[in-house]
């Protein structure tokens, strides 16, 4: 049901990644049995929150990525990461996370990272507050909505470039006509041009 949810709102929303981002996280959270979720896309050497669906609070729109954070780990590592307590963590794998940690009070941390070809995109990450490791099921779940993320984004990418590349063959065949209204006009004008009397 959450795959199909997903897929229509990808029909419904050819060129607006929002909506299925939206989506994406709110069933991650809800069927991994999370307190939320959070999808991040990668703009150079910074992760940039596009989408949030849960309670506990994200500090930041933005974020350096390091290793010294779960996400950051998942998109540089290019695997998932999962933290069965990350108050535990903080002094030893994570310590750029300590400051969050405490913060938002995530104790059981799970990312994936969003690969279009191998290469990062991104990644989704989902968090509980109470220590309880994520399932097999749950993780391989994260996976597949990863997945999902990643064919709307890259859906998106093609429509627009299909667009684009559309409009410029309209210009072009606009451009190609009025030359040829052009020639036509400079052909028939010459045609017409009445001969000296010298012949």
């Not at 596009?50 to 930041?60: C, D, E, R, T």
């Not at 933005?62 to 695997?79: C, E, K, L, Y």
């Amino acid at each position: 049901t959450a795959t199909s949810e997903v897929l229509g709102v990808i029909a419904s929303s050819p060129t607006d990644i929002q909506p299925v981002l939206d989506v994406v996280a709110k069933n991650a959270a809800r069927l991994c049995e999370a307190k939320d979720a959070v999808i991040s896309r990668v703009d150079g050497d910074v992760s940039q929150r596009v989408a949030i669906y849960g309670s506990i609070p994200v500090p930041a729109t933005s974020a350096r990525i390091t290793r010294g954070h779960p996400m950051g780990r998942a998109v540089i590592d290019r695997q998932t990461v999962h933290i069965h307590d990350l108050a535990a963590a903080v002094e030893t794998e994570f310590p750029e996370s300590k400051s969050r940690q405490s913060v938002t009070g995530a104790r059981t941390v799970l990312a994936t990272p969003l690969l279009r070809e191998g290469v990062p995109i991104g990644a989704i990450f989902i968090r509980r507050t109470e220590v309880r490791p994520f399932t097999d099921k749950q993780i391989a779940l994260l996976k597949t909505f990863a997945d999902q993320a990643v064919i709307a984004i890259e859906n998106v990418r093609l429509f627009n470039e299909l667009n684009e590349r559309t409009n410029e063959l309209t210009r072009s065949v606009g451009e190609l006509r009025a030359l040829g209204e052009v020639s036509q006009a400079v052909s028939s004008t010459a045609c017409t041009i009445p001969k000296s009397p010298d012949g």
